[in-house]
């Protein structure tokens, strides 16, 4: 069970290296099935926390959620997809037409290069990188100026109010979330993903910096887009925002790469902070990959559980917050840290 | 058999980094000079990746395709201009562009033709981060510092400029 995916991967490089491919070849045909694999996952992860998004709504709201189509609902998502790809992709007027139909394809490029590089499991990792959390943070910066295409596309004034609050949450909260990270790399001494894992063997980076942890977590909130800081959607006062114009699938692609950054910040905070794919307690019976999805899921059921408990806020409010509050709290733990393993390492109790 | 990957990855990347070059220039609307531009440094990081400088290219997607086209978006964003459409105009003075830039694009090929090239007579180390950082931090570190207070200074009259704007109130 443990090596089921690394064996899987070494089976099918033997298999081509015994018919006679060379090195290169046998490479870029394991690395596409890898990605293509890394696709598939992350698609059935976004489908299945639709479904579970309205669930833990429903629970929170002490409703039932879908319960008609499949057994529990659990088809529910495949039907909206299925009526979603039916419906007629309606392009407005005054829009330029390539860039707004370009936006919705792009959507998905940042979180799908960035899962290239993050361990599912012990030795699951596609791509090594030395610098995997800098070259994390990079590429998932990129998707703010792709959803403020789409807003600037549309030529909607809704659209624009909403893709203007995108630069501004999400350049904003990018400060604290890379700051709360650093006390991390400073703790391991590394940028590569797996390296910071194992130096989580005796204990995990959630108890040596609490206040790091959660930091991430309210970035990682704003990042997504998601209740409190859902101002860049705001329903019920810009009509979601930068996606007003979009219909039918183009719709669908937004809605699923939120659902893909999802995964990816409680992936990253799983791996940053709460051990990845290391066994607790040394219940090492259980697979690595089993003990990371866990995890992630427990992070994602915090997100809901935020976003359906906490009302929406002022984006004064949400400035002000992160530039009076968490800045300077990232700026004082990164102080903290760096004095305190100054200090273990001079003392060496 | 792997110089020529290279080579053609290289083709590939400097006909981007070129072409989205000149929509920026040519390209009538701002905003879509910008977007060109993003693509532009996007290219320009998967040249550093094929020169194996890893930590670099993160550096120009970060820094410049994610914050210095942001800060162009924020321009965009203070300034009040009901129509954005003909916000970059071309001159099309291409005579005496090109003679300039023929010009210095000759100067730069004969220097580079007479130079005598180092090559380089170690491997690119596996850890780029781990011996760029120290030298960052020790044997520079007063530059970087410096650096770092120009931008704090930077970031401060940026914010004074637009205050002092919204004081003086009506110039819509």
Known sequence: ?349 | MENVYELIAFILLGGMVLGSALLVVTLKNLVHSVLSLIVTFIAVAGIFLLLNADFLAAVQVLVYAGGVCIMVVFGVMLIQRSDIAESNPVNWRFGFAALLGGGIFILIGMFAARSQWMIAGTEVPKDTVGTFAPILLTDFVIPFEVAAILLTVALTGALLLVKEVKANGDRS
């Open chain 1, 1 to 349: 069970m443990e090596n089921i995916f690394v064996n899987a991967a070494g089976g099918i490089r033997n298999l081509l290296e015994s018919a006679g491919l060379p090195g290169l070849a046998v490479d870029l045909i394991v690395l596409t099935v890898i990605f293509v694999a890394i696709l598939v996952f992350v698609l059935l992860n976004v489908l299945w926390l639709v479904y579970m998004e309205r669930k833990v709504s429903a629970f929170i709201q002490c409703r039932i959620g879908p319960n008609r189509v499949g057994p529990m609902g659990l088809f529910q998502t495949i039907a909206d997809t299925v009526k979603l790809i039916s419906k007629e992709i309606i392009i407005p007027k005054n829009t330029n037409k390539k860039l707004f139909l370009l936006a919705p394809v792009m959507i998905f490029m940042p979180p799908m290069a960035v899962f290239a590089v993050t361990p599912f499991g012990k030795g699951m990792v596609a791509l090594d990188l030395n610098i995997g959390v800098y070259y994390f943070v990079a590429l998932a910066s990129l998707s703010t100026v792709i959803i403020w295409t789409a807003g600037w596309t549309s030529n909607n004034k809704y659209s624009l109010l909403g893709s203007m609050r995108v630069v501004a949450q999400m350049v904003s909260y990018e400060v604290p979330l890379l700051l709360s990270i650093v006390g991390v790399v400073l703790l391991t001494g590394t940028l590569n993903l797996t390296g910071i894992i194992t130096s989580q063997q005796s204990v995990w980076f959630i108890f040596l910096q609490p206040l790091a942890f959660l930091i991430y977590l309210i970035a990682a909130v704003a990042e997504t887009n998601r209740t409190p800081f859902d101002l860049v959607e705001g329903e019920s006062e810009i009509i979601t925002g930068p996606f007003t114009e979009y219909s039918g699938m183009g719709f669908a692609f937004f809605f699923l790469a939120e659902y893909a950054n999802v995964l990816l910040v409680s992936m990253l905070a799983s791996i940053l902070f709460l051990g990845g794919w290391l066994a607790p307690f040394g219940l090492t019976f259980i697979p690595s990959w089993i003990w990371l999805l866990l995890k992630v899921y427990l992070m994602i059921f915090i997100l809901m559980w935020l976003r359906w408990t906490y009302p929406r806020i002022r984006i004064d409010q949400m400035m002000a917050f992160c530039w009076k509050v968490l800045v300077p709290l990232a700026i004082v733990n990164i102080f903290v840290t760096g004095i305190g393993k100054y200090l273990y390492e001079s003392v060496r109790w």
